[in-house]
């Protein structure tokens, strides 16, 4: 159905695709403390732009034929995916830091283990893409560093290679997974699998690392959901009178 928010933005600047096809539209506000952002810096244009085209790189893989993806005012975007109806994916695979984190770990003589952290975060992912495990099928996210993260993840698993050392992988500061390393992987290729993973997530996960960070914390402070059945001359009867009501 069509959930109206009666506030100042309403459901102004609806695009045809939207009563059509249905849909989705979401609109983003940028997350701040007293007005600033983590850094204790003030937000800017640029970072909202940043946010923006993070977004935009984030719902290409999902094939929407005219996504709209609009600044409004100082610190919200406008979200319009025709034809979607998966809201909560969307929202996982926006909303999401998917930060990825890599740490040397090592053990004390009493087995106490310690955790280094490596230069090697997701910004050094050249190419992210699901794919599943050769032997065992399970779901994983296979990636691609770039020259300076392929020399660092050779290093780290050259250091840790025939010990008892391991590479421990961090995904928004919760461990995924620690594997020993057998050899040293010098070609900056890898892949990362979880307990938890499935093929949704791994998708998900994906597309996430590839298009890098969202440069500043976002909420979604409005959504609705436009049911195509509606067509489109109910549709404005209903935005009419969510107006006027």
């Known amino acids: 159905g069509v959930r109206i928010d009666r ?24 997350v701040l403390q007293d007005g600033l952002k983590k850094d204790g810096t003030p937000l800017t244009p640029d970072d909202m732009e940043g946010v923006r085209q993070t977004i935009e790189r984030r719902v290409n893989p999902l094939g929407v034929s005219e996504p709209g993806i609009q600044l409004m005012g100082d610190n919200r975007i406008v979200l319009q995916l025709p034809g979607i109806e998966d809201v909560e994916q969307v929202k996982r695979l926006i909303g999401e830091t998917a930060s990825l984190n890599f740490k040397i770990r090592e053990f004390h003589t009493d087995g106490t283990p310690v955790d280094t952290p490596l230069n090697l975060t997701g910004d050094d992912v050249e190419r992210a893409f699901a794919g599943t495990h050769s032997q065992t099928n399970a779901p994983i996210v296979n990636i691609e560093f770039n020259s300076s993260g392929a020399k660092t993840f050779g290093e780290a698993t050259a250091r840790i290679t025939g010990t008892d050392s391991r ?41 996430q ?37």
């Not at 506030?7 to 940028?30: F, M, S, T």
């Not at 890098?212 to 009419?240: F, H, M, Y």
């Open 7 to 30: 506030d100042n933005d309403g459901p102004l600047g609806l695009r045809l695709g939207l009563d059509l096809q249905g849909g989705i539209h979401l609109v983003y506000q940028a």
């Open 209 to 245: 690392l590839e298009s890098g960070r969202l440069p500043v914390p976002i909420e979604v402070i409005q959504e609705w959901t436009v049911d195509a059945t509606l067509g489109a001359d109910s549709l404005a009867k209903s935005l009419v009178a969510g107006l006027v009501g």
């Open 167 to 207: 590479l421990a992988i961090f995904l928004d500061d919760v461990e995924l997974v620690a594997p020993v390393a057998e050899e040293a992987i010098l070609g900056g290729q890898a892949f990362i699998q979880g307990p938890d993973f499935t093929p949704e997530r791994v998708q998900t996960l994906a597309i």
